[in-house]
């Protein structure tokens, strides 16, 4: 929404606003931070009768990091997280060393023994670090052809191909597909070209092969993000499937 950025706590009646346009169109939402109002939206969310996958905000920030972990634990053992995601691309932004990383993990296990553990990053690094690998109960992967600069056309086939190479690094468990997603507006990424239309055959194509294939995956994103700019340049801010002001971009 306007005027809202990293650090803007958020409400509950936000919350629900939000979660009431989505909740008749999907079965699961992912969380990404479990601070400045996030640690409500677990519970709201299994109000209304959705999963949730729970993203523990780890940054490079150690106090905070603490503060995160410790409200997560009390979300899952509330009963309110169905997966424990601990940790978002922090080996890809570097904000954390592995070794950091498996000790989270470890005592998320030990905290919530009965809750899936996983991490989330780029599919490539946990063919990287493969003890990072062993140590999540599920592979949680972020697959964006966009950034990876490829042709609309070819979109899909690439991340058909990030989650079979997943799926050989994973030792049988499951993969799930934690991001994806195609721009509708913004500025070209070398050959990848945002625009409603190339977003629109992206997820009507992505969707047609996890349902045909059982696939999971949460899209990224539901809603537009005007604030991304900053951060992520003109495209961050046109990834949802709603606009800012939560109405359906496609129809």
Request: proline content about 4%.
């Amino acid at each position: 929404m306007d005027g809202q950025s990293h650090g803007t706590v958020i409400s509950q009646q936000q919350i629900r606003s939000r979660l009431g346009i989505i909740a008749p169109y999907t079965r699961w939402i992912r969380t990404f931070s479990c601070i400045e109002g996030n640690q409500h939206t677990p519970r709201i969310a299994h109000e209304n009768g959705l999963k949730t996958m729970v993203g523990v905000g780890l940054t490079d920030d150690p106090a905070m990091n603490e503060v995160e972990f410790d409200n997560a634990i009390e979300i899952a053992r509330s009963g309110y997280a169905d997966i424990l995601a601990v940790g978002n691309e922090v080996l890809l932004r570097g904000d954390m060393s592995e070794a950091k990383l498996l000790e989270y993990i470890q005592r998320a296990r030990q905290a919530v023994p009965g809750v899936p553990i996983g991490y989330v990053d780029a599919y490539f690094l946990f063919d990287e670090h493969p003890l990072i690998t062993q140590s999540c109960d599920v592979i949680l992967i972020n697959c964006y052809p966009f950034w990876e600069h490829c042709l609309a056309e070819y979109a899909v086939s690439f991340t058909k191909e990030m989650y079979r190479r997943s799926l050989k690094v994973a030792d049988g468990k499951k993969v799930i597909i934690s991001e994806t997603g195609w721009p509708s507006r913004g500025s070209a990424y070398g050959a990848a070209i945002p625009g409603p239309e190339n977003a629109l055959n992206y997820f009507i194509h992505c969707y047609q092969w996890a349902d045909e294939e059982g696939i999971e995956i949460f899209y990224f994103s539901s809603f537009d993000e005007t604030w991304k700019i900053v951060d992520e340049g003109d495209v961050g801010a046109y990834w949802g499937l709603w606009d800012k002001d939560g109405k359906l971009k496609y129809i």
